[in-house]
Each structure stands twice: as structure tokens, then as C-alpha cells.
């Protein structure tokens, strides 16, 4: 908000104490001059006489003189201090004034914070730095006096709030005229709704307190392509979260190299997977198998009573309600086919585990769409007009849990990975004994998790490896839970290592989700499987299932060597636990109430 200046008044040409001489001197004149016989006071009358006294005479002539001469020379003095004010000068002394907290704020700070490695300055427009307006001033000016909030909210109604200035935006959105999900679509430049966004939080009262950092933050938000994030892979952007990316490899898989992409944060795993690659190379290779692809699906429907809940289960079960479904559900894609239903009962509410193909695709919006028409074909085509479809999703299918239906029976990609290790590789690379490597799997990964009640987690540190080249390739991180289901076998063959990975839920896809992101579609170029297969769709995800397969059985060889060997611990401490590269400067918590920042 520009400030209004008055405009200076124009100086006077003589002093005040001048013209209080010339009004003293006139009064003296005129009493001189009046007639005597006007003063009754004889007093007065002597004093006036005096007057024509030569000596009292001088001396208010000399009176009068030293007056004019000191006035003259205080006018000169005062026109000489007195100067025009130079252009701005008083908007930019305002914003002095409104700027000293800040000022001295910034003081304290000895090193500004950057974002993507460049110092951010204070925004500006047409040269001036911003004053913000008080929150309550509905026609107060911004930015200089260019526009009042209500002109700004009348641009943004009239679809041209692209015009306006930063923070004219930021202080619409923070009055709710623009929601902050809404800034896309609203700007159209993406990045620059990222900024204002980041703005908008750093200054949200209430928040700001722990907010306030995050326009000068190191996360970066620059220089990436938001149109293939918007209304596909995030809301509500503020940047994006850059991760180390490694490759461990080359590994040799069904005939093929490769090397493995693997986005981590944790030092050793990538190093680790290495060597296990290496030595499963020496011995041959990997060899993969694919045993099912079906991605599942598991809504749940309710009944009134047990007696109709029962009519539907036994309906879904016969080859006519099998049929219905199935040509219900194929109608809506051309990549998904039903493969099976698997029906139970619990009271009056049934639940139908879709499994079928998806293509390319990991598929679960495909299945959702071709669950909601068989059911909608179930209830008005096939006499269940009674039926309530309490959820298309009911746990039963089951996406980001684990259960043992996942366990059992499968979903997504089933595989299994196999590689044999010469004993000579086994004490040379992996620093170990073949029969150490079994004895300590039936320990660990058999015993152990039995013990433990554990479903599916029969290995050493599956999800480390799915994790790592889920986040690289562009897959759903949180479906590593079902995804790293795992159990790990080692056999003494003939005094050689058989190991073998089996893994029925692999949850993956090369086409959609994360998989339109340029860097992790990069990534899926390395491996060879970016997009649709051209001939056999669904070709390019089974193959990556049998790649993420093989990286597990690298990263398993190789830590339950480690283990065996009692490499682990001196391993993370010499190449995880570095003292140089942690010294960079880092605040050591969040700062919050009561904390210093």
C-alpha cells in the first residue's frame, strides 16, 4: 500500500521573529505620534516626551537596526537548510518506517536461506519494494497504488488474474478470493502457482510461526513440468522432493543386463545389491518365472436379510452369474478381462474379489470402473434390485494392508526368482559359506518370522529393494506393502547356493500414475519397459515385475551374506555413517512454540 504524502508547504520568504519587530517598531511610531492631548496620564505622557530625548532616541534606532540585521541573517540560514524533496523520497522513508521490524529481523541472520541455489530477493514491482495492506482495508492499494482490492477481485471474476502481481495474488488467496487448490487453474502457469502457493502458506496466520521459512526453503520448485503433475499425480503443489538415484548392476536377467535403478536414501543398500548382483552373474545369472497377473478389486454389498445376502452369494458362484459379470465388466476396457470372482458371506453383507487382467497398467481406477458396471448390471438385470453397494472397495481385495488373501492367492504379478552360486563365488564375493547361508535363512527368515506371527514376510529386507526401485520407476510407494510379500529359500545343490525369491503381489505398471513423470519414465527407458508394449500389451509390466523380483534376490544374497559373515554392522558404520559428509549444516529440529528458530 502506497502511503499518501501532503504536499509540502510553501516556505515563507521572512521569519516570524522579523515580522514581530516590524509590528513592535510600528506600534512605537504611531503612540509617538498621537496627540497629547488624547493621554490623560501624565505618565505617559513623560514616557512619549522621552522619546524626543536625543539619547533613548538612539538607542531604539540601534534596537531596530540589530533586530533587521539578526532576522535577515536567520532568513538566509533557514532558506539555505531547506531543500525540495527529491521524488519518492517520502514513500521510500514510509517504507522505512514499515520495514524496520523486518529490517532488523534480517540483521540477526548472518546467512540468508536459498532455493535451488539462488538467493531470493524480496519481490518488487516497478522498482519498489511491496508494503503489505492491513487486512481489513476493503479499497486499499497495493503495490505501489496500482490496483485496489477490489480491482483485483474483479479481475480474478473476470478471468484475467494472470495480470496481477504476486503479491496482489497472495493477498487475494489469503482472503479466500482464490482457494489454494485452485491457483492452477487459476493462473495457468503452474509454476507460478507453486510460488504464490508457497507464499500463501509461509504467511497463513497461525501457521506462520513454523510456516514462514518455507518461501526461501531449500525445497526446490523450479524448472520441473507441472503439467504432468496437475490433476494426475499431486494437489496442492509446493515443489518437489529430490531423491538420490542409483543403479546396482549390471545383473544378468533371463539373458538380459541390466542395470537396476534404485531411489534411496539409505548408504550400503545400492552397494550391497551390487554384490549380490555380481555374484549372481558369476553363477549365471537369474532366472525369472511369471505364475499369475491379476489385479484384484473386493467391493462389498449388503442385504436387508441373511436369506437374500445368501440368493446373491450363490448367484455369483453359478456359471450364469459368472458370466453376467464378466461380460458386465469387460464391456468397460479394452485391456481388462475377468479373470475369477471369489465370493464370501459375513451376516448380510457379501464381498466379490474381482481379479483380472489390466494391461500396462497397475490398473486399479481400470478395475474400479469395470467393478461399478457388473454391479450395476447385478442390480438391475439380475433381480437383486434389493442389494445396497456399501463400498466399491471393502477390504477385500486387499490394495496397502497386509492380509493373507494377498498371500494366497496373489495380486498384481506373481513371480518367482531363482539363482544358483557356485561355492567358490559364495566364499570369494559374498565372504561366506554356503552351509552358514542356509542355516541362518532357516533362522532368520523361517523361524524368525514365525515367530513373529508374520504374514508374507519371510525375508531378510524385501521391501528395501521394491521401495527403492518402486519410488525410481514411478510405481505407488505405498502398495510396497503388499508388493514386498516374500519368502526367501536357500538350498545346499550339490555344494553350490540355490536361493530363490517367491513373490505373488507385485504390484506394478509402466504406463499411468507416476510413470508420465519425465525423470522415473527415464528410468523405465533404462530398463527397457516405458509405456505399452506394442504386440502383447502387458508384456512391459511383467517383465518389470520379473526385474523387481531379481533386484530382491540380489539385495537378499547379498545382506544374509553380510549377516552371516557379521559384515552388517562394520559395513553401515564405514560407508553410512561418514562424519564428513554429515557435517554439512542442517537445523538440528523444526523449531515450534516455545522453541528458538
Not at 536625543?54 to 532558506?79: E, M
Request: hydrophobic share 40%; glycine share 10%.
Amino acid at each position: 500500500m502506497e502511503l499518501y504524502v501532503p504536499p509540502t508547504r510553501p516556505q515563507s520568504t521572512y521569519s516570524p521573529g522579523f515580522w514581530y519587530a516590524v509590528i513592535a517598531a510600528c506600534a512605537v511610531v504611531a503612540a509617538w505620534r498621537q496627540d497629547r492631548w488624547r493621554l490623560k496620564s501624565r505618565s505617559m505622557e513623560s514616557l512619549l516626551m522621552s522619546f524626543e530625548d536625543p539619547v533613548p532616541n538612539k538607542w531604539v534606532i540601534v534596537a531596530l537596526a540589530v533586530s533587521l540585521v539578526l532576522n535577515g541573517y536567520l532568513f538566509n540560514v533557514g532558506r539555505w537548510s531547506i531543500r525540495e524533496p527529491e521524488p519518492g523520497r517520502a514513500h521510500a522513508h514510509t517504507h522505512t518506517q514499515a520495514s524496520v521490524s523486518e529490517q532488523q529481523h534480517a540483521s540477526s541472520h548472518v546467512k540468508r536461506p536459498s532455493a535451488n541455489g539462488h538467493l531470493r530477493v524480496p519481490s518488487q514491482t516497478n522498482g519498489k519494494p511491496t508494503i503489505p495492506a492491513a487486512a481489513g482495508d476493503a479499497g486499499v492499494k497495493l503495490e505501489g497504488g496500482a490496483r485496489t482490492r477490489e480491482e483485483c477481485e474483479a479481475m480474478v471474476k473476470n478471468k484475467t488474474a494472470p495480470l496481477l502481481t504476486d503479491d496482489e495474488l497472495v493477498d487475494l488467496s489469503l482472503r479466500g478470493k482464490i482457494p489454494g487448490y485452485a491457483l492452477e487453474k487459476t493462473l495457468v502457469d503452474k509454476t507460478r502457482a507453486v510460488k504464490i502457493r508457497r507464499s500463501v502458506i509461509a504467511r497463513t496466520p497461525g501457521a506462520s510461526e513454523l510456516t514462514g521459512g518455507l518461501e526461501d526453503s531449500k525445497l526446490p520448485y523450479e524448472n520441473y513440468d507441472y503439467d504432468r503433475v496437475y490433476g494426475a499425480c499431486c494437489e496442492n503443489v509446493i515443489g518437489y522432493m529430490p531423491l538420490p538415484v542409483g543403479v546396482a548392476g549390471p545383473l544378468m536377467i533371463d539373458g538380459q543386463s541390466y542395470f537396476l535403478p534404485m531411489a534411496t536414501t539409505e548408504g550400503v543398500l545400492v552397494a550391497s545389491a551390487s554384490r549380490g548382483c555380481k555374484a549372481i552373474n558369476a553363477g549365471g545369472g537369474a532366472i525369472t518365472v511369471v505364475t499369475g497377473d491379476g489385479m484384484t478389486r473386493g467391493p462389498c454389498i449388503g442385504f436387508e436379510t441373511l436369506t437374500r445376502a445368501a440368493a446373491a452369494k450363490v448367484w455369483l458362484d453359478s456359471p450364469r452369474g459368472q458370466k453376467v459379470m464378466r461380460d458386465a465388466f469387460d464391456s468397460t476396457s479394452r485391456f481388462a478381462r475377468l479373470q475369477t470372482l471369489k465370493t464370501s458371506i459375513a451376516g448380510t453383507y457379501v464381498y466379490v474379489r474381482f481379479k483380472t487382467t489390466t494391461g500396462d497398467a497397475m490398473g486399479m481406477n481400470m478395475i474400479s470402473k469395470g467393478v461399478e458396471k457388473a454391479l450395476s448390471v447385478m442390480s438391475k438385470e439380475a433381480g437383486f434390485e434389493d442389494m445396497a453397494i456399501i463400498s466399491v472397495s471393502g477390504n477385500f481385495c486387499t490394495d496397502k494392508k497386509p492380509a493373507a488373501i494377498n498371500w494366497i492367492d496373489g495380486r498384481g504379478k506373481s513371480v518367482v526368482a531363482e539363482a544358483i552360486i557356485p561355492a567358490e563365488v559364495v566364499r570369494s564375493v559374498l565372504k561366506s559359506e554356503v552351509n552358514a547361508l542356509v542355516e541362518l535363512n532357516i533362522a532368520k527368515n523361517f523361524i524368525g518370522s514365525a515367530m513373529a506371527g508374520s504374514i508374507g514376510g519371510f525375508n531378510a529386507h524385501a521391501a528395501n529393494m521394491v521401495t527403492a526401485i518402486f519410488l525410481a520407476t514411478g510405481q505407488d510407494p505405498a502398495q510396497n506393502v503388499e508388493s514386498s510379500n516374500c519368502i526367501t529359500v536357500m538350498k545346499n545343490l550339490n555344494g553350490n547356493l540355490q536361493i530363490s525369491v517367491s513373490m505373488p503381489c507385485i504390484e506394478v505398471g509402466t504406463i499411468g500414475g507416476g510413470t508420465f513423470l519425465e525423470p522415473q519414465a527415464a528410468m523405465l527407458d533404462l530398463l527397457g519397459v516405458r509405456g505399452p508394449h506394442p504386440t502383447n500389451p502387458g508384456d512391459n509390466a511383467r517383465r518389470l515385475a520379473r526385474i523387481v523380483a531379481a533386484g530382491v534376490l540380489a539385495g537378499e544374497l547379498s545382506l544374509c551374506s553380510a549377516l552371516a559373515a557379521g559384515h552388517l554392522v562394520q559395513a553401515h558404520m564405514a560407508h553410512n555413517r561418514s562424519a564428513v559428509p554429515s557435517a554439512a549444516p542442517s537445523r538440528a529440529q523444526s523449531p515450534g512454540p516455545g522453541k528458538p528458530h
